[in-house]
């Protein structure tokens, strides 16, 4: 380094000098700052390029600084100069960027950069600055800032290292030499493009010769054939990466690679002896484990699952085995009863062998192993056995208390056997119907059985061994009940039946089948006939088909609803049991009308007479329309009646007219404008606000509204009206203004007028012979034929 800056002060000073001369003209000097020669002349940014020889001066370069520098004084780093710079002090050099003044100095007068701190490439490999030469006395740059770079030079001061590391790593046993393992792989921090810092060489130092790494690529592969898992199933191997290509003075680093042997199943099962011996209670119950063998499997997991066998042979059938999935055990289990009484010990086979088998070591022989079961039944003191599973028994209803039935047995088939008592489970009979002999096992009824009641009856009976009352044992009874013939059999329904009016002689028009409370029909055989009494002239007769049916036949060419329209035909059932028992059952048999086809349109009576499709509840509905019109109009007409008889006089020596009093007199008979009967028939004709004609009031009264009357209302509701308002009216005088006449008169050619003394009714009452009186009666005619037009008593 001392040696490049003094080189470089030389040239300095020969191009400064101006020994070297350019071969062109020179124009004015480019002034730059340099740190090392150069042939050509690089100008700074901002000023022109001239395409001419010029004069040689400093251009700038990289500069380099060692890294990790342990001296005592600043490390040399370069020399800034300026072509301005004449060595009289008049320039003063400046520095500025990474690490100005913290790392990097320099001596504003000579331009020498010094490093005073101690730099790590591997934290930051260049620094960029900027420098510039400034006058001293204006302070102004003679020069524009340039920009350089200080480059930290590597050494090798990082080992390599494992950043995965340690690893883990497994491969099947039995793999061949060269089988893949893993790939390591080591970083060096240092500057892979300088020297051989950062060449990393990989090595084992532990784990030889049962794996070897490739030194470049750091694969691991297996180095040895046949690796037993059973033998050692873990290795650790210790590899080393070192940099400088592995030469002397390199760094090294290490780490771990934990390989595992991956089980395969290469072992067959193997029974640890060839004889097991076990021990098992005759009262076992079924189903439940009587001993466990193992066979052993070096192997792991699922290649170390084994599935366990009985070799068909001795005893084999009363026994099952199956595996433990967790402890793979064979259990052995019972399947079938033991008897110590029959048979004391059994002997068979149990093979093992495994669920997974591979391929490749069929060649090492069969994966199976074979070994001997000994099986010692134990004798136990067992409650009595009873001779049948099931009894079954039968007895007739009605049998008298006490008859015996049927009779159970139970022993003990111990060594030494013990008396046995019996008793009846109360539990499963209640009511107790029957009771058992303790020492005998006899069964006898103890109540009356009625088949119809119960026909089955279903209960346990206990038997206890005397010398050991807690060892007891149950069976059950079935006990049915046989039927004697006490019920007649009868008609199953239906009891009523129809007939069509248009039915022919032999026709069936009903099928019948009887039923008995005795048995079930499968079991009886059933007769069916006429009554004596009903077979003179039958209408119908009974036709038996001797399958327990039987037929009602017509024996008449048709029907008449009109002359009759029920039928009661009586039929006797017999049934086949002893004694034989019969009924006699009545059936109704009604007339109906169909068509054609024999289909029922209608079986009432009031059908006849209306429409055919209606159906009943729509007859019923019509008819009670009728009636309610009916009670309406006769109401009505009965109102009609009351009032018209409450508007005449019942005497005629009292006959009085309501007239309305005029102070002039009238007319006569022919002045009809004197008094408007249509106002009394018209009550709306009337005047809303009339004032009294027959009196003078004193002073003159407000009119009276009178509240609306009813269209076609009588006279006397008029009359009522009106004196009602006289009754309320305080200026009316407190006397009536009815004018009362005794007699019509007498002499006259038409006798009296009048209708009260008539014989008959006003409604049979002709009023047609007035229109015959002439021109005096014409009004009088005209008001009662009005009246005989709305007369509502003549309904056509």
Same mark, same amino acid.
């Given at each position: 380094m001392l040696t490049r800056n003094c080189l470089s002060l030389l040239l300095w000073v020969l191009f400064d000098g101006?020994?070297?001369?350019?071969?062109?003209?020179?124009?004015?000097?480019?002034?730059?700052?340099?740190?090392?020669?150069?042939?050509?002349?690089?100008?700074?940014?901002?000023?022109?390029?001239?395409?001419?020889?010029?004069?040689?001066? =400093?251009? =700038?370069?990289?500069?380099?600084?060692?890294?990790?520098?342990?001296?005592?004084?600043?490390?040399?780093?370069?020399?800034?100069?300026s072509d301005l710079d004449k060595g009289e002090g008049s320039v003063k050099y400046t520095l500025s960027g990474d690490g100005a003044g913290t790392i990097f100095t320099i001596d504003e007068t000579t331009g020498d950069i010094h490093a005073i701190r101690s730099l790590d490439r591997e934290e930051k490999p260049f620094y960029t600055l900027r420098a510039q030469a400034?006058?001293?006395?204006?302070?102004?740059?003679?020069?524009?800032?340039?920009e350089f770079i200080i480059k930290v030079q590597d050494i090798n001061d990082n080992e390599p290292k494992f950043l995965d590391g340690p690893y883990v790593a497994s491969v099947p046993e039995m793999s061949p030499v060269g089988a893949y393992v893993l790939q390591v792989k080591a970083t060096d921090a240092d500057d892979p493009t300088y020297g051989n810092s950062a060449r990393v060489v990989y090595s084992i130092l532990q784990g030889q010769p049962y794996f070897s790494i490739d030194p470049k690529t750091g694969v691991i592969r297996t180095a040895l054939p046949n690796m037993d898992r059973e033998v050692k199933e873990q290795y650790q191997v210790l590899i080393q990466a070192k940099d400088m290509g592995g030469q002397l003075g390199g760094l090294a680093g290490t780490t771990v690679v934990n390989i595992t042997l991956?089980?395969?199943?290469?072992?067959?099962?193997?029974?640890?002896?060839?004889?097991f011996h076990l021990k098992v209670p005759e009262s076992s119950p079924l189903g439940s484990a009587i001993g466990r063998i193992r066979a052993v499997d070096p192997d792991f997991g699922q290649n170390a699952e084994i599935e366990y066998n009985i070799v068909p042979g001795d005893g084999g059938n009363l026994f099952d085995i199956v595996t433990d999935e967790d402890t793979q055990e064979g259990i052995i289990k019972l399947k079938k009863p033991l008897d110590f009484e029959t048979k004391k010990a059994y002997t068979f086979k149990v093979e093992a062998s495994n669920l997974h088998l591979d391929h490749r070591f069929h060649s090492a022989g069969p994966f199976k192993d074979t070994a001997t079961v000994k099986i010692s039944v134990l004798d136990v003191d067992e409650p009595p056995v009873f001779s049948k599973p099931l009894y079954t028994m039968e007895v007739f209803e009605d049998t008298p208390v006490g008859t015996v039935i049927g009779a159970v047995t139970a022993q003990d088939l111990d060594v030494g056997s013990s008396a046995v008592r019996y008793f009846i489970d109360w539990k499963s009979d209640g009511d107790s119907y029957f009771t058992i002999d303790g020492t005998e096992g006899t069964i006898a009824t103890n109540e009356l059985l009625d088949r119809e009641s119960t026909a089955q009856y279903n209960f346990s009976i206990i038997a206890r061994k005397v010398s050991n009352t807690l060892l007891t044992s149950k069976v059950s009874i079935l006990i049915n009940v046989l039927d004697v013939n006490e019920f007649p059999p009868e008609i199953a329904v239906p009891y009523e039946t129809s007939v069509c009016e248009n039915a022919k002689p032999g026709q069936i028009i009903q099928l019948v089948s009887a039923a008995d409370r005795d048995l079930s029909p499968a079991g009886q055989q059933f007769s069916f006939r006429i009554s004596p009494e009903a077979a003179i002239k039958p209408n119908f007769t009974v036709r038996d088909f001797r399958n327990n049916t039987a037929g009602i036949e017509a024996r008449r060419n048709g029907y008449s609803r009109r002359q009759q329209e029920l039928y009661f035909l009586p039929v006797v059932i017999e049934d086949s049991s002893y004694p034989v028992q019969s009924s006699t059952s009545t059936m109704t048999i009604r007339v109906c009308r169909c068509d054609s086809d024999g289909t029922i349109l209608s079986c009432n009576v009031e059908a006849i007479f209306l429409p055919v499709g209606l159906s009943t509840g729509a007859l019923i509905a019509i008819l009670l329309c009728i009636v309610i019109l009916l009670v309406i109009v006769v109401l009505y007409v009965a109102l009609r009646r009351q009032k018209k008889k409450d508007t005449l006089m019942t005497s005629k020596e009292d006959i009085r007219d309501n007239v309305i009093h005029y102070d002039d007199e009238g007319g006569g008979e022919e002045d009809t404008q004197a008094f408007d009967i249509g106002a009394l028939r018209n009550p709306k004709a009337i005047e809303d606000n009339k004032i009294r004609r027959d009196i003078k009031p004193d002073s003159l009264c407000l009119p009276r509204q009178r509240p609306a009357v009813e269209d076609n209302t009588d006279i006397r509701d008029f009359i009522h009206q009106r004196l009602q308002e006289n009754d309320v009216d305080p200026t009316a005088p407190p006397y009536d203004s009815l004018a009362t006449y005794a007699y019509e008169g007498n002499g006259s050619v038409a006798d009296s007028l009048s209708s009260i003394d008539s014989l008959t009714s006003e409604a049979d009452q002709d009023y047609d012979y007035l229109t015959d009186w002439g021109p005096r009666f014409k009004v009088l005619a005209d008001m009662f034929g009005e009246e005989e037009s709305y007369n509502p008593d003549k309904v056509t």
């Open positions: 101006g020994l070297l001369t350019p071969l062109q003209p020179q124009p004015q000097p480019q002034h730059t700052l340099a740190t090392e020669p150069r042939e050509d002349v690089t100008h700074l940014p901002g000023r022109r390029l001239h395409f001419q020889r010029v004069k040689r001066g =400093w251009v =700038w370069n990289q500069f380099f600084v060692l890294e990790e520098y342990m001296g005592s004084e600043p490390q040399y780093v370069g020399k800034l100069h400034v006058d001293i006395e204006t302070r102004k740059p003679l020069e524009p800032e340039s991956t089980d395969v199943n290469d072992n067959p099962p193997r029974f640890p002896k060839s004889i």
